[in-house]
């Protein structure tokens, strides 16, 4: 017996599972409220782990989403960095052509007020040792430029032509402690000379009865000595010191920057006018 | 091996010098970085090096500063050979004597220029060179060669 059940188990199982599914129709067909309660009980079993199966998958679903919202958002802020970088440094470039194109039209609007023939040169480089100031422009001998020459910019004096070589030319700027230039105190008309001092300042010496000159007067040159001609702006008074001596002495603040200069107009040698207008 | 090194430190210290001294100056002082090359390989290399190497530098310093052709070549050449000839109880492989021969050169570079400079009538009085020009320059150097010298021997030290 034991042998024959087990020689036909597999087929006694599939009979009682087909029985059983028999019954369970044939149950529900005679009354179909009578499989609620074997319904209900596989629901009772089923249904909390279809709605744990479920939440996982929703928020698996949600987890990859993001994922892909993560990535997307990730290449669009490298993809706007990248832009606002390249924006950024373009709109650096135009402020730099702006000003540029801003100095550049102050000098033709200079060069266009001065009488005079003038050369225009662009600053290659500048020398700061302390003991000497100076500039060295991309023009030279060949460009028509004299030795000695004044040098100018829109706002005023940048100094004068120290070495001449056949393309480049050394500018001794105003701050030299060499330099001296001949000058003149708008107002009250008193004679002085404006010399470069050691670090790079500018002096204005008087002499010692001068006493008109105040902080904030305007200094010009004077034209005495035809190195320099008449009305060029040199700078203005900061502060006036007691007499010394036969002398008086006034520090001032140059009337350009001489640290940002970038290009310059070369004057000839010798000009005598009065170029006072064109420096407004 | 020798030539390549001098001639890479003249080509290299002007090109420092002209780019980088005014973009870097404190106060309208600029550094005279040819001065700490000079002292620096002079120290390493003897007083012949620091003689030929101070010479050109200063030529070509000459040159580009539109002064009397010779004077900072003068200069750099006399502090070169000084820096290359210390005893060598000094201990010259201490840090501190590189950056106090740096600071030392620079005085003794514009006390020499200022000297040679009177030959020219050179107006400014030498107080107010001294005060403005020299001794702040010569405390750049030294901060210069600080770097130079300091910064590696830590580090081969670490």
Known sequence: MHDLLARYRKYSLLAVVLLAGVSLLTLQRARPDNGIWLADGIAFVTAPLQTVAERLHRRAVTLWTTYLDWKALRAEVVRLRTESTALRLRQLRQDELENENQRLRGLVTLHDRLATRTVGAEVVAREWNGFTRGLTIGRGRLDGIDRLAPVVVARGVVGRVAVLRRSSAIIQLLTDPASSIGAVVHGTRAQGLVEGVAGGRLRLKLAAGEEGVRPGDLIYTSGIGELFPKGLPLGRVLRVYPPAGLFRTAEIEPAVDLATVEEVLVLPRGTTADLGAAFP | ?158
């Open chain 2, 1 to 158: 091996m020798r030539l390549p090194l001098y001639v890479l430190t003249v080509g290299g210290g002007t090109l420092v010098q002209c780019v980088l001294g005014p973009a870097v100056s404190i106060g309208g002082v600029s550094p005279d970085i040819p001065v700490v090359l000079v002292v620096l390989l002079a120290i390493r290399r003897g007083p012949e090096a620091g003689c030929l190497v101070g010479f050109a530098l200063g030529l070509v310093a000459d040159v580009l500063a539109g002064g009397p052709l010779g004077l900072h070549a003068l200069s750099k050449a006399l502090v070169g050979f000084a820096a290359g000839a210390l005893p060598r109880w000094f201990l010259v492989s201490r840090p501190v004597v590189p950056v106090t021969a740096a600071l030392l050169a620079t005085v003794t570079d514009g006390m020499v220029r200022f000297a040679l400079l009177q030959l020219f009538h050179y107006p400014a009085p030498f107080g107010e060179l001294l005060s403005r020009v020299i001794v702040p320059q010569a405390g750049y150097n030294a901060l210069l060669a600080t770097v130079a010298v300091v910064v590696p021997t830590v580090r081969a030290r670490g």
